[in-house]
Structures are given as C-alpha cells and as structure tokens.
C-alpha cells in the first residue's frame, strides 16, 4: 500500500512563507519524479511544481516561478515545497503527487499515479 502524506500547511499573511513536506511509505518508488499541484474551490487541480529523481530537472507552474522552490530528500522518500511571498491567490489544498513511470517529472496530470490527501494553505489579505 502507498502512502505520501503531506504536512506544513496552515494559515499566513500574505506575504510570508510556508515549507510542505510530503513524505511516502509503503513500496520503494525506483526513479520517480515527485510533484505539488494544488486545488481552489471550484477550480481544477494546477501544476505547481516538479522535480526530477536526480533533482536536477525542475518544473515550475507560471504564477510561482521566482517564489517556490521544490526540493528532494530521496533518503527520506520526501519532497518539499517552500513557498515565498504567498499571496492570497496560492491559498488551495495542496496535493503531493509521484509519477513512477517518469524520472523527469513535468506538469501533466495524468503522469502523476500516486496521490496524498492534501494539506490546506490560507493566505489572508
């Protein structure tokens, strides 16, 4: 049984900073590529970032590039996302993802076959 298990969401002002982390257990991955996307009411799930297995490819949705940064523990079977200058259009469910037939990653939902349950981020005004 899989499992990634996400935590560090919360409530910020705009403004400040969170880091998440999700952590996966049950079966070993191989060369997976590891991903955040993230969900607002009434809206589809968007890319928010990915990262190859090496860590040496990332991929960045257009609104956060410059702000999030994606990183890797593959010790730890963990992916990051530390997340700057939140604005009040980042707040969603944020959702950990792997993609076990791809070592690049990349933001196309349909890669990714491994899902946690999300973590909520709110960002106040």
């Known amino acids: 049984q899989v499992q990634l298990v996400e935590s560090g969401g919360g409530l910020v002002q705009a403004g400040g900073s969170l880091r998440l982390s999700c952590a996966a257990s049950g079966r070993t991955f191989g060369r997976s590529a590891m991903a955040w996307f993230r969900q607002a009411p009434g809206k589809e799930r968007d890319f928010v970032a990915s990262?190859?297995?090496?860590?040496?490819?990332?991929w960045y949705g257009d609104s956060v590039k410059g702000r999030f940064t994606i990183s890797r523990d593959n010790a730890k079977n963990s992916v990051y996302l530390q997340m700057n200058s939140l604005r009040p259009e980042d707040a969603a469910i944020y959702y950990c993802a792997v993609a076990t037939s791809t070592d690049r990653g990349g933001p196309r939902i349909s890669e990714y076959d491994y899902w946690g349950q999300g973590t909520q981020v709110t960002v106040s005004s």
């Open positions: 990262i190859s297995w090496s860590g040496r490819t990332k």
